[in-house]
Nanobody
Framework: QVQLVESGGGLVQPGGSLRLSCVAS????????MKWYRQPPGKERELVAA????????SYADSVEGRFTISRDNAKNTVYLQMNSLKPEDTAVYYC????????????WGEGTLVTVSS
């Protein structure tokens, strides 16, 4: 069992930056691929970024490529999402997801943190 707690959301102006954090507890963090999803108002949840267990590879949605950076610190059981050049369409609830490397059917979700990009 893994518990995930996101933080770092808030209100930011277009062009601004935010860094989201997700702290994991309850299991060995390094065996999980970590992902950030988001759900804009009235829309479905979508994958934003992913990072494999030992940060050997990362991937991004086209809409955030070049603006967002996912990283992890296995010693701190934390995954981050650095978001730069934010746009109003980035407004969403951002969720952290942990996917067990050797059994991807097992995954856990945080409660989410709201990011609002508005002037």
């Amino acid at each position: 069992q893994v518990q995930l707690v996101e933080s770092g959301g808030g209100l930011v102006q277009p062009g601004g930056s935010l860094r989201l954090s997700c702290v994991a507890s309850g299991s060995t963090f390094s065996v999980y691929n970590m992902k950030w999803y988001r759900q804009p108002p009235g829309k479905e949840r979508e994958l934003v970024a992913a990072i494999r267990t030992f940060a050997s590879s990362t991937s991004y949605a086209d809409s955030v490529e070049g603006r967002f950076t996912i990283s992890r610190d296995n010693a701190k059981n934390t995954v981050y999402l650095q978001m730069n050049s934010l746009k109003p369409e980035d407004t969403a609830v951002y969720y952290c997801n942990a996917e067990l490397t050797y059994n991807t059917a097992i995954n856990y979700w945080g409660e989410g943190t709201l990011v609002t990009v508005s002037s």
